[in-house]
């Protein structure tokens, strides 16, 4: 049997006619005919009682009957679940992101004006390290990341860059450089660097000042970094959104004027994608842009 029997019989069940559900199935009579006696000689009995001008439901008919709708919406169903993943409709994608693609909003943004126009796309999302996400995603084990731009990504992974942002100095409040009216590259010659994962920007301001900076810890996420600075640890050169999102005690932030580093906030995706949903978020964040 297949599905189309089922299509057939419900048709005659519906008409309680040969000749008028052959018309609304598009076929001819006697092929909707022997359709119907090969599912009867498939089910060993018999569905419809013929009579001259109609036909009637037999007791094994009317309980095909209840089976046969539920069997043919269950199939639709699936068929269109199936035409909807195909087209990147439906589906999972798993995400991992830096701290800071939530402090600039980046990812709320593209995450949730997404998952408005794409309700069945589900999506799993943890927070991981930085240097960690192009290998979780060369290897298959999550689908994009946000990351912070510049780093060293496999041939496998594509970067897709988002927003551009500047950085700031986190330095304790009770350090010297807060009596400063302005802090320059020169100030920070001897001071330590507490490392945050992206260092573009602590290189950047070490190379404007013409020295080669101290390194502290690089102690991973950037509240740990902020911790750290408010323990008297060293100072760090930070992206800007952290000044709303992160306040700690003992904590102040402070422009360094004569250097602007900056970096992007981006979406790192593998090169040959071939999951459809995860096909459609690239091209969407891309759209947006």
Not at 57 to 63: F, I, K, Q
Not at 227 to 235: R, T
Not at 260 to 278: F, G, M, N, T
Request: aromatic fraction near 6%; charge should be neutral.
């Amino acid at each position: 049997m297949e599905i189309r029997h089922f299509r057939y019989f419900l048709a005659v069940a519906r008409h309680r006619h040969f000749t008028r559900a052959a018309e609304q199935l598009g076929i001819a009579p006697p092929t909707l005919t022997r359709q119907i006696q090969d599912l009867e000689n498939a089910l060993g009995t018999r569905l419809f009682l013929r009579e001259q001008r109609e036909v009637r439901l037999t007791e094994a008919g009317r309980a095909l009957q209840i089976e046969a709708e539920l069997a043919v919406r269950q199939f639709e169903t699936a068929q269109y679940n199936v035409q909807r993943a195909g087209r990147g409709e439906a589906g999972r994608i798993e995400l991992g992101y830096v701290a800071s693609a939530v402090f600039s909003g980046v990812l709320q943004q593209h995450v949730s004006q997404f998952r408005q126009r794409y309700a069945d796309i589900e999506f799993n999302i943890n927070e991981h390290l930085m240097p960690t996400l192009p290998r979780l995603i060369e290897e298959g084990r999550l689908d994009v990341g946000f990351i912070r731009s510049p780093m060293q990504l496999p041939d496998s992974v594509s970067v897709v860059p988002l927003l551009t942002e500047g950085f700031v100095l986190a330095l304790a409040d009770s350090s010297w450089l807060g009596k400063l009216k302005i802090i320059n590259t020169v100030n920070l010659q001897s001071e330590v660097f507490i490392l945050p994962e992206q260092i573009s920007g602590t290189l950047e301001v070490a190379a404007h000042g013409g020295f080669a900076p101290t390194l502290g810890p690089q102690p991973g996420g950037l509240v740990s970094v902020i911790a750290l600075v408010s323990l008297g640890q060293g100072v760090a050169v930070v992206p800007e959104s952290v000044v709303d999102h992160i306040r700690l005690p003992n904590v102040v932030y402070r422009r360094i004027e004569d250097c602007q580093p900056s970096s992007s906030l981006s979406l790192i995706h593998r090169r040959h994608e071939k999951a459809p949903a995860v096909i459609r978020f690239v091209e969407y964040v891309k759209g947006a842009l």
